[in-house]
């Protein structure tokens, strides 16, 4: 009995055997097992809240080429979404961690056969803030007439924070603006640049607010000018009297005020004078003339005024020429013979003046014979004077007779 039992066992179990080799025949020539490889992206989990990932950057991550192996049916399945690949950075403090493990698994029924790399260098650095007071940078030259005043920012401080190591290189929290074509008052909102000791912007490093305003006061540039006193005469002599001069003393200021308003300035006007019934030379102290905004070297000026006899002008013309201290046994020839004459003076006399009466004159006296170029010489009452005689030189020709 004992032993039909032991066979009916035996042939129970060999049985069951080919059944599953069988079986295993069929399964795995209907689903084979194969191999694939895939590149996946590494994570980076469980970070300490007050740390940040310096390397690998955050920006660009880190991948893994894995290679997996399991039944057809599940490797077809197979993406990057459907395989896990972190690096786990609990409990690492801030500084360099070279050998890092990469850790990878999926829900298929895979298991992996390699991955490459299988750490990771990871450098972290803790997380740090400071307060820096914002900097305003004018760029460009303003245009001509204008000056800029003081540049104010609200808020007028920014918080930078990020890595310890490049918060640390932060010296200046900049805004930057160009004032080529400002000519009013500015208000705009600029962006802050974090930089360092040299100016260069530090990267890796948030600023907060990212932009503030900026408000830029503009005034007109303030220049000073010296130019000249002119006087103002108001009113006119007795009759047969005129101002012949009239002159300040200082006959020049220095003008200071806006450039717009200056730029064009060339004389500064007195005052009026009044001349009336002015009998003799008289001087009189006055102010300046000025624009609103314009200010003087000097608060007042002397204004020296000259009254005398009306003058006149008038021109004689075709007057003749005399030749004078010719030697005896000389003939004289005079080109040209006429020349035209404007003569200035009292009223009075220059109406009594005649072309009879003014009397042109060449001198011959150490002159020998030959042709010779002379100055004429007007001969006039007192007080009556020369303004133009033409032609300017006369041709004498001296021969023996």
């Known amino acids: 009995m004992k032993r039909f039992w032991d066979e009916r066992t035996l042939y129970l179990l060999l049985s069951g055997g080919i059944a599953l080799v069988m079986w295993l025949y069929v399964a795995t020539a209907q689903n084979p097992v194969v191999a694939r490889s895939l590149k996946v992206d590494i994570e980076l989990r469980n970070l300490e809240p007050n740390e940040v990932v310096v390397r690998p950057s955050p ?13 057809r049916s599940q490797i077809a399945l197979l993406t990057p979404k459907l395989v896990d ?3 786990d950075l609990s409990g690492l403090e801030p500084g ?5 493990p990469v850790i990878v698994s999926s829900a298929l029924d895979v298991r992996v056969v390699d991955q490459k790399p299988s750490a990771l260098l990871v450098v972290l650095d803790s997380l740090t803030s400071k307060r820096m007071p914002v900097e305003v940078s004018l760029l460009d030259a303003p245009p001509e007439g204008v000056a800029l005043g003081g540049a104010r920012t609200l808020p007028a401080s920014v918080a930078v924070s990020g890595p310890s190591r490049q918060v640390a290189q932060v010296r200046h929290a900049i805004v930057y603006f160009d004032t080529a074509s400002v000519r009013q008052q500015v208000v705009a909102s600029v962006q802050v640049v974090p930089a360092d000791a040299a100016g260069q912007v ?14 830029l006061s503009v005034r007109q540039a303030v220049i000073s000018k010296v130019v000249s006193v002119v006087p103002t005469l108001v009113g006119t002599p007795p009759q047969s ?11 020049t200021v220095t003008l200071t005020g806006p450039s717009a308003l200056l730029q064009k300035a060339e004389t500064a006007a007195t005052m009026p004078v009044d001349v009336t019934g002015a ?3 008289f001087t009189r102290r006055v102010a300046l003339q000025l624009p609103p905004g314009i200010s003087s070297s000097a608060g007042q000026v002397a204004v020296n005024v000259r009254v005398g006899r009306e003058m006149l002008s008038t021109v004689f013309r075709n007057v003749p020429v005399h030749a004078v201290d010719v030697p005896a046994g000389t003939a004289t020839r005079i080109v040209p013979d006429r020349v ?3 003569v200035e003076g009292p009223q009075d006399l220059v109406r009594r003046l005649t072309a009879q009466i003014v009397t042109i004159e060449v001198s011959a006296a150490g ?15 007192q007080g009556i004077r020369v303004l133009i005689i033409q032609p300017a030189q006369i041709l004498m020709t001296l021969s023996p007779t």
């Not at 920006?59 to 039944?71: A, C, D, M």
């Not at 360099?96 to 890092?100: D, L, M, R």
């Not at 490093?205 to 932009?211: I, L």
């Not at 002159?367 to 009452?381: D, E």
């Open 85 to 87: 690949a972190y690096v």
């Open 340 to 342: 035209v004459v404007q």
């Open 59 to 71: 920006k660009s991550p880190p991948q893994i080429t894995v290679r997996l192996q399991g039944p």
């Open 96 to 100: 360099e961690h070279t050998e890092v």
């Open 202 to 215: 530090v990267t890796g490093v948030s600023v907060s607010p990212t932009a503030v305003a900026m408000t």
């Open 279 to 281: 009998r003799a030379d």
């Open 241 to 251: 009297l005129a101002v012949s001069a009239a002159t300040a003393e200082p006959a």
């Open 367 to 381: 002159l020998g014979p030959g042709q010779h170029s002379v100055s004429p010489r007007v001969i006039l009452p």
